[in-house]
């Protein structure tokens, strides 16, 4: 059984930084890719970072270069470190799990979590 809490948002200001993380409480964490997804008011959620088991990573390209995805299988915890916020980052964060190869899409992950809130301010 899949269970993902993210932790680690909250506000602050353009320019600033916030590490979010994804906690998994099942066994599997080790074998599944992991995904960031993102979705701000009146918006669909969109993609934003995904990891595989391996340690491959792709980023949408409207955050490559300021955020960073990484996982610690020891810890059954991904993270997205996110630098050099703009007010168009604000959104809720969600993290997400699937078996097997890290996609790019919503409809691809089986597990999610509930969301952390960003909110970057002007």
């Known amino acids: 059984q899949v269970q993902l809490v993210e932790s680690g948002g909250g506000l602050v200001q353009a320019g600033g930084s916030v590490r979010l993380s994804c906690a998994d409480s099942?066994?599997?964490?080790?074998?599944?890719?992991m995904g960031w997804f993102r979705q701000a008011p009146g918006k669909e959620r969109e993609f934003v970072a995904a990891?595989?088991?391996?340690?491959?990573?792709t980023y949408a390209d409207s955050v490559k270069g300021r955020f960073t995805i990484s996982r610690d299988n020891a810890k059954n915890t991904m993270y997205l470190q996110m630098n050099s916020l703009k007010p168009e980052d604000t959104a809720v964060y969600y993290c997400?799990?699937?078996?097997?190869?890290?996609?790019?899409?919503?409809?691809?992950?089986?597990?999610w979590g509930q969301g952390t809130q960003v909110t970057v301010s002007s």
């Open positions: 997400a799990s699937k078996r097997f190869a890290a996609v790019t899409v919503v409809s691809g992950y089986t597990y």
């Open positions: 099942g066994s599997t964490f080790s074998s599944n890719a």
């Open positions: 990891i595989t088991r391996s340690g491959c990573i």
